[in-house]
């Protein structure tokens, strides 16, 4: 009988082929079936199947597999249906034909029957034949990969970026008590299990905050569970630093890893086979694999996590103390004869009661003074002071008082807070059991390579051919592949497949090739850094790449030109897809990765480096002019020779002197001679590190390439114990990245005499705001106050849409507070200021530099017309801000259009347009 066009199946044996009619009797309800060999048997009904009009299947639509295995060069799926099953007859390009049971098989469809997937698929193909790398015969090596994929499964990870509607989230691994062998924190456990139980998740990696090890335990994890895994990267180091650090002394575990890639990784893994396992005996242990075993690790990571949050706490902590007392230590140079203490109390205050007192200060000096009976015992009760004694000493000196008191209460309570938690911690020997945590995971880690490969001596040795012919056999004894992601399809074969990729460095991948590295694999996990360098795109392909995308109908979040594949995904899949940032920073001085912090992480890294007091930022400022030629700055690199170098406390070995551009990084090497100096681009640094960094500048006054933020922030953060800038004394332009670095060395170092106006004490102004927040939803519906709730929230909106500028807001900012040098004001301005009262309503300031930016005040139409009191008070305000250059912006409670007032003041201010939302 033809195969093709009928199936018949008696008692579950396929007989097509060898039967020659198949009749049915319907009298006695039997098949009559007659084979070619002349003999006819006869079956009863529910033991044949006889099934006709098969449907012609598309094979470039299905990928199919057998125990494992890909049925490769299909050319023909015919597929025949009985009542509750699929049968398929596969004819294949050999001339070779055969049926199946589709429960036999594993069978995935292709994304490409998808319109809009296949769209997107044809336009990154397009795009990569642009930015592709070139052979010598000019083949483009990514557009050739690209042509080698016919098929592109559903399951794919792949298939997810290209259509987000496809993604389902879970996965069938176990993620309730992962192992971490090579250490953890709270943030790395969070990313670790997010990447067992979702298809799809983001580890977000800011600088020094153990991307690799998050790695090598998410590594260790999926092997456990008989995963495979291809880690790949665009940086060659990072997937370096993965083998570096399995086949380092402590873990000796590099058997079971295979660096590919390129014909030269590869030639160098087959050189390297041994033919033997490495002697894994002292690793046995069958405890390890016990369900007791798992569900010690399971309460050991529960009782971890209450210790990981006490940590991170105990670092906050010291964090604040440290800003506590920086600013403390400003306000005793602003305001030196400040006393030494406060007696007014007769209680011990916290430091949240002094702020509140401050609140019903204020408003009595606001209102005239007038102390009704309520209010004289309120003070008197809750915050033991007699506020008419108060009310006849100068505002000013009350004002010094509490602010002294706040920071030194303030002080105190972050010291106790401290202490019971480092006693806390050490009553449960937190670092021991760390430490036992650690040991434990790596022996069941250990236990499970040692039961996997310790078995037998002799280990497979594989050809060349045998890496894209049987991909599944080299899986077997190497679960884990390395690989750059531009060779992340070619590292085997056609028809390997991965259970993970691993993509490091995201930011830095482009998204034709990111989407190629997710083609062969079922799950995903990206980690990287948006606020790190970006790949570079050559401005001869920009123009190209932008007339491509606009020939496809397709989203902007895979516009090539202006997303790396990174920001693509956060784009695509938004708040779908899981996503950790890793916040413990363990590389940098406090000091010096505190800039990165509040300019570009929002102040969510939490630093866990030691501050001993050590100076560990430098600011050096060349004399003013135009020293900058060519992208080369001859008087930085003679100030660097003869003056920086020469103060450094480190070994050659130790130092990286780094700049923008590559003229200067020339005529550095050349004039400093110093060959183990690592001198270089702060692009070719990324990834990299060193005990002291030198930042030279080059451009007199920053231009958009110098200041980029991602370019400036992989600068800062390479440095791990010293910062050096060196830079021009010229006033940089406002809201510049590279000024507000200046102005950040020089607060930290105290250095304020570069500035008639002071900077602005957000911390503790911050948490006045707060105060002044709550004391105004307890007050009535009075229109003043509503006005202050309304304009905060529209300057909180606003700066959320400036996240990138750094900027915050705090309330009722006192003049005496931020004008340090009165020589421009007449008496009467000089009493305004001095008399203590006297503040902004608003003011917006850069949490970096602690500069003022905008001042911003609430007129009530009734107390600030024309002609009042007031209005003369306003008067002199305004004329004391255009003297210091402070700008400012009023809003009447009856005007309008404040949003576009305020967003449009910004603008100007910052030089620049921000696109909303």
Not at 61 to 90: M, P
Not at 546 to 558: M, V
Not at 764 to 776: C, H, P
Not at 892 to 905: F, H, Y
Request: net charge negative; charged share 30%.
């Amino acid at each position: 009988m033809d195969a093709r066009t009928t199936m018949i199946i008696a008692k579950g044996k396929f007989v097509t082929t060898d039967v020659t009619d198949c009749i049915y009797h319907k009298e006695n309800h039997k098949w009559e079936i007659v084979f070619k060999s002349g003999r006819s048997f006869f079956y009863n009904q529910q033991n044949v199947l006889c099934l006709k009009n098969p449907r012609n299947l598309d094979p470039q639509k299905y990928q199919v597999c057998r125990e494992g295995k890909i049925l490769d060069n299909i050319e023909t799926i015919l597929s025949f249906s009985a009542e509750n099953e699929e049968y398929w007859h596969l004819v294949f390009s050999t001339g070779y034909e055969h049926d199946y049971s589709c429960r036999e098989l594993q069978v995935e469809r292709s994304i490409f029957e998808n319109s809009r997937a296949k769209k997107v698929f044809d336009y990154l193909k397009e795009a990569a034949d642009v930015i592709s790398v070139r052979a010598e015969d000019q083949t483009a090596i990514l557009t050739k990969q690209y042509e080698k994929i016919d098929f592109l499964s559903r399951e794919s990870a792949a298939a997810v970026y290209l259509d987000p509607s496809e993604y389902e989230e879970g996965t069938n691994l176990r993620s309730e008590a992962p192992i971490f062998p090579f250490g953890c924190n709270e943030s790395q456990f969070m990313a670790v299990t997010n990447a067992l139980s979702n298809r799809i998740s983001v580890i977000e990696g800011p600088p020094g905050t153990g991307k690799t090890q998050t790695i090598l335990n998410i590594i260790a994890n999926l092997v456990l569970q008989g995963k495979t895994v291809q880690v790949v990267s665009n940086n060659n180091s990072a997937i370096e630093n993965v083998q570096e650090k399995l086949s380092s002394t402590k873990y000796q575990m590099d058997f079971f890893v295979a660096l590919l890639g390129k014909d030269q990784r590869k030639e160098e893994f087959l050189q390297k086979q041994t033919g033997r396992y490495p002697e894994l005996e002292k690793w046995k242990d069958p405890d390890y694999e016990t369900p007791e075993f798992f569900e010690n690790v399971r309460n050991m990571s529960l009782k971890l996590q209450g210790i990981f949050r006490d940590k991170n706490r105990l670092a906050e902590l010291y964090q604040e103390r440290s800003e506590v007392q920086l600013e403390a230590e400003h306000y005793d140079v602003l305001r030196p004869d400040c006393p030494s203490g406060w007696a007014k109390s007769s209680k011990k205050l916290t430091s949240i009661q002094v702020l509140r007192f401050l609140q019903e200060y204020m408003n009595l000096q606001e209102h005239g003074n007038r102390v009704g009976l309520l209010r004289w015992l309120k003070c008197r009760v809750l915050y033991g002071v007699n506020v008419l004694d108060l009310l006849r000493e100068k505002p000013a000196d009350v004002l010094d008082k509490l602010h002294e008191l706040y920071y030194r209460d303030r002080t105190q309570e972050l010291d106790r807070e401290i202490q019971a938690l480092e006693e806390k911690l050490e009553g449960v020997d937190a670092e021991f059991l760390m430490n036992e945590f650690t040991e434990m995971s790596l022996c069941c880690f250990r236990a499970h390579l040692a039961e996997r490969y310790g078995k037998q001596s002799q280990r497979p040795v594989f050809s060349k051919e045998a890496l894209w012919k049987t991909p599944g056999n080299v899986l077997e004894e190497y679960p884990v592949v390395l690989s750059t992601t531009y060779t992340a399809r070619s590292s085997l074969g056609k028809y390997a497949r991965f259970d993970y990729v691993v993509m490091d460095e995201a930011s830095q991948v482009d998204v034709a090739t990111g989407c190629l590295a997710l083609s062969c694999a079922r799950n995903a996990v990206i980690v990287g850094d948006t606020k790190q360098l970006p790949n570079v795109i050559a401005s001869s392909q920009k123009k190209h790449l932008e007339e491509l995308f606009e020939k496809y109908n397709i989203e902007d979040a895979y516009d090539f030109s202006q997303y790396s594949f990174l920001e693509s995904l956060f784009a695509l899949m938004k708040n779908r897809v899981p996503r950790v940032i890793l916040r413990e920073h363990y590389r940098c001085h406090p000091l010096i990765i505190g800039f990165c912090n509040q300019k570009f992480y929002n102040n969510e890294l939490i630093v866990m480096t030691p501050d001993h007091g050590e100076n560990a930022l430098k600011l050096v400022l060349t004399v003013p002019g135009q020293h900058e030629r060519d992208r080369m700055n001859q008087r930085q690199i003679d100030v660097i020779k003869k003056d920086v170098l020469p103060g450094v406390v480190a070994a050659d070995t130790e130092i990286g002197v780094i700049a923008p551009y590559r003229n200067q990084v020339y005529k550095l090497k050349e004039e400093l001679n110093r060959p183990e100096i690592d001198i270089s681009t702060v692009h070719k640094f990324q990834g990299r590190e060193k005990d002291v960094i030198v930042l030279s500048t080059v451009d007199d006054i920053v231009t958009s390439f110098s200041d980029d933020p991602n370019l400036l922030n992989v600068a800062v953060s390479r440095a791990k114990k010293e910062l050096v800038v060196v830079a021009s004394e010229m006033e940089q332009p406002a809201g510049s990245n590279m000024g507000e670095l200046i102005d950040y060395i020089r607060y930290h170092n105290c250095d304020v005499q570069y500035s008639a106006v002071s900077s602005v004490f957000d911390y503790l102004y911050k948490q006045y705001r707060d105060v002044r927040l709550d004391y105004l939803q307890k007050r009535g519906r009075i229109s003043e106050f509503d006005s202050e709730n309304l304009v905060y929230h529209l300057i909180r909106d606003e700066l959320y849409q400036r996240k990138e500028q750094a900027l915050d807001v705090v309330f009722h900012q006192p003049l005496y507070l931020l004008i340090r040098d009165l020589s421009k004001l007449d008496n009467r301005e000089k009493a305004f200021v001095n008399s203590g009262v006297s503040h902004l309503d608003f003011l917006i300031y850069n949490r970096v530099s602690k500069r003022p930016i905008l001042a911003i005040e609430v007129d009530g139409y009734r107390y600030h017309k024309e002609g009042t009191k007031q209005a003369e008070r306003d008067k002199i305000k305004d004329d004391i801000l255009a003297q210091y250059g402070v700008p400012l912006v009023r809003f009447a409670t009856n005007g309008s259009d404040e949003a576009r007032i305020l967003s449009g003041t910004l603008d100007k201010i910052m030089g620049t347009d921000v696109k909303k939302d």
